[in-house]
């Protein structure tokens, strides 16, 4: 309860603060008078100044430097009255302290230094002597040791509020991550069953009064275009709202499924090579990129009937290369789908180019260099 107040109120903990240093003040000053040898007991004058001295810590938090010049002069003067002796020095004590942790050290230093000199003007002019005695010193130990103090606590809090910072941070680019690796998942999924569906409902549309089986069987493929791709959704929604379940984890092993896909949307899709076996995150990749470029074919290859794909497995690496033979004349502007193969490319290590085939035209190839971790190593050792 102390804590959410203090958390609501500043002004509780200084108050607070305040109290206890004014308390055990006057109660120190007060015994010094009955107990210490020759002095006389804490008039009213002195309990006076005494408060308020102590008062000044209610805004030692914003205004350190004035209040620490303030009360170090009254603290002298306080001692160099008839008043007895108590722990004033308290006061300046934690004024220069705030001082350090505000501003530094070297304020901190240049500001003690220089109230040590004027103390010093102060003696000679109330003595008429260059004397010091011995104890001055004290006052020097006294001062090295309060900004010691408050430039290692400064130095702390500051290392603490760092590495609050980099935690932070750290927690902003994993969130932007996750938001980044979802996008990509729910952008291939609708973008490719949505691009599927396109095309089965034009070709239903077109042949359902002359060739209704035909219709029949492209409504079938929409119906399951569409339930693959709710399927996915749901599980990446499951993640956006548990962050437990885990997002849909395609692989190369679904190959024939997406190349049929592409297949019932007219396409004739010829497959080169094999992958063989690679990682799950490689396969997961190279089957994303590979999804997004069929799905580009449907959607924006002009006149595209053919689409050649090529698995290169060499030791260390995996190479994809999806190439159509579509009437392209200029490369395309890119947008999330180039950018997201990029990016799934990127986080292995790998890269993605695409472009035209040729600068007169005759279709727009994908190719995307996926390093394969590990192997090249073990190929060196053997």
């Known amino acids: 309860?102390?804590?959410?107040?203090?958390?609501?109120n500043p002004w509780f903990g200084r108050v607070f603060r305040t109290f206890v240093v004014l308390v055990f003040t006057l109660g120190a000053t007060s015994a010094a008078g009955r107990w210490q040898p020759?002095?006389?007991?804490l008039s009213a004058a002195g309990a006076a100044w005494l408060v308020a001295t102590v008062l000044t810590l209610l805004v030692v938090h914003r205004y350190p430097l004035p209040v620490f010049v303030v009360t170090a002069a009254s603290a002298y003067a306080f001692y160099a009255s008839p008043e007895p002796g108590g722990?004033?020095?308290?006061?300046?004590?934690i004024a220069l302290?705030?001082?350090?942790?505000?501003?530094?050290?070297?304020?901190?230093?240049?500001?003690?230094?220089?109230?040590?000199?004027?103390?010093?003007?102060?003696?000679?002019i109330t003595t008429r002597s260059f004397?010091?005695?011995?104890?001055?010193?004290?006052?020097?130990?006294?001062?090295?040791?309060?900004?010691?103090i408050g430039t290692a606590v400064r130095y702390q809090f500051a290392a603490l509020a760092a590495r609050r910072e980099q935690a932070v941070e750290h927690r902003h680019r994993l969130a932007e991550q996750e938001r980044l690796q979802i996008a990509r998942e729910v952008h291939d999924v609708v973008a490719h069953s949505l691009a599927m569906i396109n095309v089965q409902a034009g070709v239903a549309a077109h042949v359902a009064d002359r060739r209704p089986e035909q219709a029949k069987e492209a409504l079938l493929n929409i119906k399951a275009a569409s339930a693959s791709a709710l399927n996915d959704l749901r599980a990446t929604l499951a993640v956006l709202r548990s962050g437990e379940d885990k997002a849909p984890a395609p692989s190369l092993s679904q190959l024939g499924e997406l190349l049929?896909?592409?297949?019932s949307a007219g396409l004739e899709v010829r497959l080169h090579g094999d992958a063989g076996d690679v990682p799950a995150p490689v396969a997961g990749a190279a089957y994303r990129i590979l999804q997004e470029s069929l799905t580009n074919v449907v959607r924006h290859a002009d006149g595209a009937q053919h689409v050649d794909v090529h698995l290169d497995r060499r030791p260390g690496s995996l190479t994809l290369t999806v190439r159509?033979?579509?009437?392209?004349?200029?490369?395309?502007?890119?947008?999330?789908?180039?950018?997201?193969?990029?990016?799934?490319?990127?986080?292995?290590?790998?890269?993605?180019?695409?472009?035209?085939?040729?600068?007169?035209?005759?279709?727009?190839?994908?190719?995307?260099?996926?390093?394969?971790?590990?192997?090249?190593?073990?190929?060196?050792?053997?």
């Open 131 to 148: 004397a010091i005695a011995p104890s001055a010193g004290v006052f020097v130990v006294w001062l090295a040791a309060v900004i010691g």
């Open 260 to 263: 049929d896909h592409a297949r």
């Open 38 to 41: 020759g002095a006389h007991p």
């Open 324 to 382: 159509d033979d579509g009437r392209a004349t200029t490369a395309p502007t890119p947008g999330h789908g180039l950018r997201g193969m990029n990016e799934r490319a990127a986080a292995l290590g790998g890269t993605v180019r695409a472009g035209l085939v040729s600068a007169t035209g005759g279709g727009f190839e994908v190719r995307a260099e996926l390093p394969v971790k590990g192997e090249q190593a073990r190929g060196r050792e053997q």
């Open 87 to 93: 722990p004033i020095i308290l006061v300046p004590t």
């Open 97 to 124: 302290f705030m001082l350090t942790r505000r501003s530094g050290p070297v304020v901190a230093g240049w500001t003690g230094a220089g109230v040590l000199v004027a103390g010093y003007a102060a003696h000679v």
């Open 1 to 8: 309860m102390q804590d959410w107040w203090r958390a609501r």
